[in-house]
C-alpha cells in the first residue's frame, strides 16, 4: 500500500509544511544523516525556560505620608458617631477699685462648642477563582496582595483628609483650617525682588524663618518661645534648600540647630504647588494644651469575605474628622519661599 501524499493528509488536519517524503521502517536505512528535517528548525528549548526569574519584589512607591508626624492620631467614638464637639472656655470680667459696700468687678466664663463631622470611606476588593489560582501557579498570593493594597489605600486618603479635609462637609485639615491665622508672604528679598528660595541666599532664607516665628510669637502673645518644642512642616523640594551653606560652611539647617532648642522638621508635599511654595511653623504644645489631633472613628474595618458564583468580594472601611486645630493661633503660615 502507498503512503498517501502530504495534500492529501491536509483533508484531515494533517499538516507537515516543509516536509519532503514519509519516513517509514523500510527507508530508515536509506536516510542519510544530512537528509532534510520533518520539523522546525529550533534550538533547544523555548527561551522562557531559561530566564530567570527574580524573587525580589519592587512595590511601585507612592508619596510620603507625613500628617502623623506633625499631631498624633486619636480615636474618637467608632464609626456610627455623626460628629465630635469640644469645647474651648474663656475667661471673661474686670476689676474695680475697692470698697467695703462696693460690688463692682465681675469674673466669669464663656464657652464656646466646635464641631467635626466624620466621614466613612470605602473601598473593595475582589478577586475571581480562576484568577487566584493563575496567580498561584506564579506563586502569587491574589488576596494577600489585594489586601494589602486596600490598606495602602486607605492610608493615602487618611493623609490626604488630614491635611485638606473632605470637600463639602465640616472637616477640615491641617493646611485649609478656616479657624487659622493668614498667611503671611515672603519678603522680596531674592533675585528682581523675588520671593522664592531658589532665588535667595542662604541668610535671606533664614530670615524668612524668623519672620514666621516672630509670626507665631505674636500670635500666641509670647506664650511661645525659641525653648519649646516646635514643628517645621516645609516640601522636600523646599527642605534640600535649607542644606545650602554660605562660603564659610554655615547652613539655615545649622543655624536653626543654634536658635531654636527644640525644633522638628517635617517633609510635606502637598507644601508644594504650582503658585509656589508655602511653610507652616507649629507649636504642638501651648500652656501644657495640645494645639491640634488627627480624629478617627475607625481606622481600618474589614468587612465579612463575600462568595460569588467563581468569585470573592471584601469591603474595608474607614472613618475620620480631618486635623481638628484646637489652638489655631499656634500654627503660623508663609507663602511665597
Known amino acids: 500500500m502507498s503512503n498517501p501524499s502530504f495534500e ?3 483533508q484531515y488536519g494533517i499538516i507537515f509544511n516543509g516536509a519532503r517524503h514519509w519516513i517509514t521502517p523500510g527507508s530508515i536505512p536509506r536516510l542519510a544523516q544530512d537528509a532534510a528535517l520533518i520539523t522546525s528548525p529550533n534550538s533547544t528549548v523555548p527561551a522562557e525556560l531559561l530566564a530567570y526569574v ?3 519584589i519592587i512595590e511601585i512607591l507612592t508619596a510620603i505620608r507625613n500628617a502623623r508626624e506633625v499631631f498624633s492620631e486619636e480615636k474618637r467614638g467608632d464609626w456610627s458617631t455623626p460628629y465630635m464637639k469640644w469645647r474651648a472656655n474663656e475667661v471673661t470680667g474686670n476689676t ?3 470698697s467695703d459696700f462696693g460690688h463692682a468687678g465681675q469674673s466669669g466664663t464663656n464657652y464656646e462648642w466646635h464641631t467635626r ?4 470611606f470605602q473601598t473593595v476588593t475582589q478577586y475571581g477563582d480562576l484568577e487566584a489560582d493563575m496567580a498561584s501557579d506564579a506563586k502569587i498570593n491574589l488576596a494577600a496582595d489585594k489586601q494589602r493594597a486596600a490598606a495602602t489605600i486607605i492610608d ?5 483628609f488630614y491635611l485638606l479635609g473632605v470637600q463639602g462637609r465640616e472637616i477640615y485639615g491641617l493646611l485649609n483650617d478656616p479657624n487659622l491665622n493668614p498667611a503671611i508672604a515672603a519678603a522680596p528679598a531674592g533675585e528682581k525682588s523675588s520671593t522664592k528660595w531658589v532665588n535667595k541666599t542662604t541668610q535671606q532664607r533664614y530670615r524668612d524663618i524668623l519672620n514666621l516665628f516672630a509670626r507665631l510669637v505674636s500670635q500666641t502673645q509670647g506664650l511661645v518661645s525659641e525653648r519649646d518644642e516646635l514643628i517645621l512642616t516645609i516640601s522636600p523640594s523646599a527642605r534640600v534648600l535649607l542644606g545650602d551653606a554660605t562660603d564659610f560652611n554655615v547652613s539655615v539647617m545649622k543655624m536653626l540647630e543654634t536658635y531654636f532648642s527644640n525644633l522638628k522638621l517635617v517633609s510635606l508635599p ?3 504647588g504650582p503658585s509656589g511654595e508655602t ?3 507649629i507649636a504642638p504644645k501651648v500652656a501644657g494644651m495640645e494645639t491640634g489631633l488627627l480624629g478617627f472613628g475607625e481606622k481600618m474595618r474589614a468587612g465579612r469575605i463575600v462568595p460569588d458564583l467563581s468569585s470573592f468580594s471584601q469591603k474595608f472601611t474607614a472613618t475620620t474628622y480631618g486635623a481638628v486645630i484646637r489652638i489655631p493661633a499656634a500654627i503660623a503660615q508663609m507663602t511665597g519661599i
Open 96 to 98: 474695680a477699685a475697692y
Open 54 to 56: 527574580d524573587p525580589t
Open 156 to 160: 493615602i486618603d487618611s493623609n490626604k
Open 270 to 272: 502637598q507644601l508644594s
Open 279 to 281: 511653610m507652616q511653623l
Open 8 to 10: 492529501q493528509v491536509k
Open 117 to 120: 463631622e466624620q466621614y466613612r
